[in-house]
């Protein structure tokens, strides 16, 4: 490199955008995603023991993907090559894995292969990755925004470890905002800025760094040496409606969307979801707590309600926005007008109850398995009744141990579709009432 060529590339650097200027160097620079690179995590572990297997990074825009690819390479001494799926063919595959050989006969320096958006690579691309991944001839780092269950091949898919990040919280956002403001890599203590501005700033971000880092950059450009509320707004063109993602009206709101969907207020619930889109929250945080609410709220009465909450989920991870607020909209009308019962949730609490409170009873004999002889002969599985070797693939049986035989958990409500439950349920109950106890079962 000549002298020209390297004072071209410093003034690149320089001129990059405030999020790229400010990519952590080392994992301890890293923010968020503890459950990966805190102490003892599995990224953590993986990367001290010098064994870091292929990946394959899920999490959404912004969250660190990119970054943390590099930083793995660069922590175990490893070259590092990056493609996009986007651009990238077979063909760019192949001389990167010819690279990766020949670094390898040359130097013994093995090579991350790190694979943006990993999910529009189609299936002879990701085929043609398999030889090498599994040879160790590069080690995979792909990135996807897309559930790799869905998007990525299963044989490329069982040679890597899944792992999730997810969006940055907002003290973590306004942690990265601040470092910001004072590195020199970054604006170098040349601006400052109003707490209520940085928070209003990480809020807005839905999670994503890039687009906190982004939108200090903006404000700071137009506000001059001082960032406040309202810079920060004109920087995102948009102003605050009553709902702020990190403080009491945040939680204010999402608890009026549950509560219009539970008591089947579909106009309610309309409303309170177009209030927060409209103030910048992130679709994905409604879809899951949709999802929560389809078991938590609804349950059995319309099993259904399930499917369609995790289906319009999918449906929004394929269209995005501005599209994906159809099948959302759907969804919550869906689920306000359905009809309700939390016996799905009162019956984890109360067999938590008796496992927290009874501790770790034994299993019944006839309930254990028995796959040797000696097994057998001590007893194990003897006196179990196959269901299906009965009149309607049914007999009455003890299933739980006997300190809790006669304890019941679910309540199965009247409503909707779990109303056929609750006669099943009651019918079980009663044959096991009117059951003839066999000589002996009972210790007499």
């Known amino acids: 490199?000549?002298?020209?060529?390297?004072?071209?590339?410093?003034?690149?650097?320089?001129?990059?955008?405030?999020?790229?200027?400010?990519?952590?160097?080392?994992?301890?620079?890293?923010?968020?995603?503890?459950?990966?690179?805190?102490?003892?995590?599995?990224?953590?572990?993986?990367?001290?023991?010098?064994?870091?297997?292929?990946?394959?990074?899920?999490g959404p825009p912004g969250t660190g993907k990119t970054t943390l690819a590099w930083l793995v390479a660069r922590s175990t001494g490893a070259a590092f090559d990056s493609v996009s799926a986007v651009l990238a063919g077979v063909k760019d595959i192949r001389e990167t894995v010819a690279r990766a050989q020949e670094r390898w006969n040359l130097h013994r320096q093995?090579?991350?292969?790190?694979?943006?958006?990993?999910h529009r690579f189609n299936?002879?691309?990701?085929?043609?990755?398999?030889?090498?991944?599994?040879?160790?001839?590069?080690?995979?780092?792909?990135?996807?925004?897309?559930n790799p269950s869905f998007e990525v091949n299963a044989a490329l898919l069982s040679r890597c470890r899944v792992v999730t990040l997810r969006g940055l919280e907002d003290e973590e956002l306004v942690a990265l905002l601040r470092r910001a403001l004072l590195d020199t890599r970054g604006l170098g203590g040349r601006v400052t800025a109003d707490d209520d501005a940085l928070e209003f700033l990480a809020a807005s971000a839905g999670g994503d760094a890039r687009k906190a880092l982004t939108g200090l950059e903006v404000a700071a450009a137009h506000a001059g040496a001082h960032v406040d509320r309202k810079a920060a707004e004109e920087a995102l063109q948009q102003k605050t409606l009553l709902y702020d993602k990190g403080g009491e009206e945040h939680y204010n709101v999402i608890s009026a969307f549950i509560k219009s969907m539970r008591g089947?207020?579909?106009?309610?619930?309309?409303?309170?979801?177009?209030?927060?889109?409209?103030?910048?929250?992130?679709?994905?945080?409604?879809?899951?707590?949709?999802?929560?609410?389809?078991?938590?709220?609804?349950?059995?009465?319309?099993?259904?309600?399930?499917?369609?909450?995790?289906?319009?989920?999918?449906?929004?991870?394929?269209?995005?926005?501005?599209?994906?607020?159809?099948?959302?909209?759907?969804?919550?009308?869906?689920?306000?007008?359905?009809?309700?019962?939390?016996?799905?949730?009162?019956?984890?609490?109360?067999?938590?109850?008796?496992?927290?409170?009874?501790?770790?009873?034994p299993v019944p004999m006839h309930l254990r398995n028995a796959p040797t002889k000696l097994m057998k002969s001590l007893g194990y599985g003897g006196g179990y009744k196959y269901p299906h070797n009965f009149e309607g693939n049914y007999v009455p049986e003890d299933y739980l141990p006997d300190e809790l035989r006669s304890r019941s958990f679910y309540t199965p409500t009247r409503n909707g579709e779990e109303a056929r439950l609750a006669e099943r349920y009651e019918d079980i109950q009663r044959q096991l009432a009117e059951r003839t106890r066999e000589p002996g079962e009972d210790g007499e």
């Open 264 to 361: 089947s207020d579909v106009d309610g619930a309309l409303y309170w979801m177009a209030r927060m889109l409209e103030a910048g929250e992130d679709p994905i945080f409604l879809f899951r707590r949709m999802v929560i609410f389809a078991s938590e709220d609804i349950g059995n009465a319309d099993p259904r309600a399930l499917s369609v909450a995790v289906d319009a989920l999918r449906a929004f991870q394929l269209v995005g926005l501005p599209e994906g607020t159809l099948p959302l909209t759907q969804a919550v009308t869906y689920l306000a007008l359905a009809p309700k019962s939390n016996a799905v949730l009162t019956a984890y609490t109360s067999a938590r109850e008796a496992v927290t409170k009874e501790g770790a009873l």
């Open 1 to 58: 490199m000549d002298l020209f060529e390297h004072a071209g590339q410093q003034e690149q650097a320089r001129r990059a955008p405030l999020a790229e200027r400010m990519r952590p160097r080392a994992l301890d620079e890293f923010v968020g995603q503890e459950h990966l690179t805190g102490e003892g995590r599995f990224l953590r572990r993986a990367l001290e023991a010098d064994q870091v297997p292929s990946l394959i990074l899920w």
């Open 123 to 146: 299936k002879a691309q990701q085929d043609a990755l398999l030889p090498h991944v599994e040879k160790g001839t590069v080690t995979l780092i792909g990135a996807t925004t897309e």
């Open 110 to 118: 093995r090579t991350f292969l790190f694979i943006d958006e990993i």
